[in-house]
């Protein structure tokens, strides 16, 4: 007799506790892994005496399961889901659900979406944000794909999605195909950014004030209280408490300076680049962890390139007040860069969505989840034509209240040579974008010298181009006017 509510493919951290979630919920789920041992040892440990139903074989997973038959997949991103795909599909019948709540491409889940629905088969692509502990007690969840599906799955997903202080849960539907994944994607890439920014308010204060690790996170924590207030700020103050049990020293110091990285951030940045968005922290903060992992090259080189010799002077307490400040400026940079992203998506690939209820569902469950987020949903929903959030009138008084400590910083940064490519770079764009008049205008003549690319021009209208022969050897033909 099928008894399952939904099956979940893969028991990996994130499968094995979001299985957990949805029974704690009432739901009854029905498991399966390629490594079928581990569905046994699921069964016989934390899945023990829950409505929980291990099975050892697609078919068997789909004949426990009610109909229409629901089934996440929760595997390694790229061929891993296309293979799990082409092994279900000749088992499944009409209006059947796939959900991939892995970190897919978006790409990707757009051509599962449109070939899974020549079948009449009903495909989602969602993403899950919370980690190991979100994904057991309440994750943010960015479900898109066949619209057909959501109201198959809204419920479930709703209830096993974290809840805010008035109890609406961080899931709702994103938008077609690959709406859900692409949101998670840019999450991913502001978490990027997030704690880039962080690292580097860690390194000015150790390196530069020379403030321990312990000191840091009773600082931390103390802005955690304020506007700052977010689950990477709590973590960073937990982390810096940490001591070491073999060695005694502080836990952090004894952590190698090489980050990894899954690909969400990166994909962020070629994104960016290919749509022209100017999403400068997030990318600075993936090349940031690209340098980290040259730490051999790093080593070598730390004996021959010389830098300032230079201390720091001023004011401690002052100067820690002015990096509480830099790092908030520099996160609404960053987050306006990923909202920018997303709108010009939603124009490339025709999706409709709700930025106020994109923020709604990051507030909880998810690693970027702030108090912080509340004022983008009120931003966006006192103008949902916000062009930019730099321009709502919360965030421009946020910036211009806290941008000469931010100077101050990036500029000590440059003078101690403590690299922090996020601030700075936050800070250029902030420059860049509220600048009337950029030296674009020398860029184009000179792509007009050696190209004839045309230039328009500040006493013609917009959208006619103009030619000079620079040289007087060039003639008058000019190349199309184009950008890619």
């Known amino acids: 007799m099928s008894r399952a509510d939904i099956g979940l493919i893969g028991l990996a951290v994130m499968g094995e506790n979001l299985v957990l979630n949805m029974a704690s919920h009432g739901f009854t789920v029905a498991?399966?892994?390629?490594?079928?041992?581990?569905?046994?040892?699921?069964?016989?440990?934390?899945?023990?005496?829950?409505?929980?139903?291990g099975t050892h074989s697609p078919a068997e997973l789909l004949a426990q399961l009610k109909k229409p038959r629901r089934v996440m997949l929760m595997v390694q991103a790229g061929q891993a889901v296309d293979r799990v795909i082409a092994e279900l599909v000749p088992l499944l019948d009409q209006g059947d659900i796939l959900i991939d709540g892995g970190n897919?491409?978006?790409?990707?889940?757009?051509?599962?979406?449109?070939?899974?629905?020549?079948?009449?088969?009903?495909?989602?692509?969602?993403?899950?944000?919370?980690?190991?502990?979100?994904?057991?007690?309440g994750p943010s969840i960015m479900p898109g794909g066949n619209p057909d599906a959501w109201p198959h799955i809204k419920d479930?997903?709703?209830?096993?999605?974290?809840?805010?202080?008035?109890?609406?849960?961080?899931?709702?539907?994103v938008g077609r195909d690959g709406a859900g994944h692409y949101v998670k994607m840019v999450h991913n890439g502001i978490e990027y950014g997030d704690m880039q920014m962080?690292?580097?308010?860690?390194?000015?204060?150790?390196?530069?004030?020379?403030?321990?690790?312990?000191a840091q996170s009773a600082i931390f924590k103390q802005w955690n209280e304020g506007e700052l207030d977010s689950y990477l700020i709590e973590i960073t103050g937990d982390i810096l408490a940490k001591t070491d049990d073999e060695t005694g020293q502080p836990m952090v110091d004894v952590i190698l300076d090489t980050a990894g990285q899954k690909g969400t951030g990166k994909w962020t940045g070629i994104d960016a680049l290919q749509l022209g968005a100017p999403v400068t922290a997030i990318t600075e903060a993936v090349f940031s962890r690209a340098l980290s992992f040259l730490?051999?090259?790093?080593?070598?080189?730390?004996?021959?390139?010389?830098?300032?010799?230079?201390?720091?002077?001023?004011?401690?307490?002052?100067?820690?007040?002015?990096?509480?400040?830099a790092l908030y400026a520099a996160k609404i940079c960053s987050y306006a860069q990923g909202y920018q992203l997303l709108a010009l998506a939603a124009r490339e690939y025709g999706w409709e969505l709700n930025y106020g209820g994109i923020a709604l569902l990051w507030r909880g469950g998810c690693i970027i989840r702030a108090q912080f987020l509340g004022r983008i949903k009120e931003?966006?929903?006192?103008?949902?034509t916000l062009a930019n959030l730099l321009l709502a009138p919360y965030f421009s008084d946020a910036l211009a209240?806290?941008?000469?400590?931010?100077?101050?910083?990036?500029?000590?940064?440059?003078?101690?040579?403590?690299?922090?490519?996020?601030?700075?770079?936050?800070?250029?764009?902030?420059?860049?974008?509220?600048?009337?008049?950029?030296?674009?205008?020398?860029?184009?003549?000179?792509r007009d010298y050696f190209g004839a690319h045309t230039y328009e021009r500040t006493d013609q209208p917009r959208g006619m181009f103009f030619h000079t022969n620079w040289t007087g050897r060039g003639g008058t033909t000019a190349s199309t006017a184009y950008n890619v």
Do not use: H
């Open 198 to 214: 962080i690292a580097e308010a860690y390194a000015l204060m150790r390196e530069g004030l020379g403030i321990e690790p312990p």
């Open 295 to 325: 730490k051999d090259e790093r080593v070598a080189a730390a004996d021959v390139l010389q830098g300032p010799d230079a201390s720091f002077t001023g004011d401690k307490d002052a100067f820690v007040e002015d990096i509480r400040q």
């Open 401 to 446: 209240q806290t941008q000469a400590s931010w100077r101050r910083v990036v500029a000590t940064a440059a003078t101690l040579g403590i690299p922090v490519p996020t601030f700075a770079s936050a800070l250029a764009y902030y420059d860049g974008y509220r600048s009337a008049r950029l030296p674009a205008n020398l860029l184009q003549a000179q």
């Open 156 to 173: 479930l997903f709703q209830a096993i999605a974290a809840k805010v202080a008035d109890g609406s849960p961080c899931c709702d539907w």
């Open 379 to 384: 931003a966006f929903d006192a103008d949902p």
């Open 104 to 137: 897919s491409n978006y790409q990707d889940t757009i051509r599962r979406t449109r070939e899974l629905a020549a079948k009449d088969l009903l495909y989602v692509g969602t993403g899950v944000s919370g980690g190991e502990e979100g994904a057991l007690k």
């Open 31 to 53: 498991v399966y892994n390629r490594t079928t041992a581990k569905v046994d040892a699921f069964m016989a440990d934390r899945a023990r005496g829950q409505s929980i139903i």
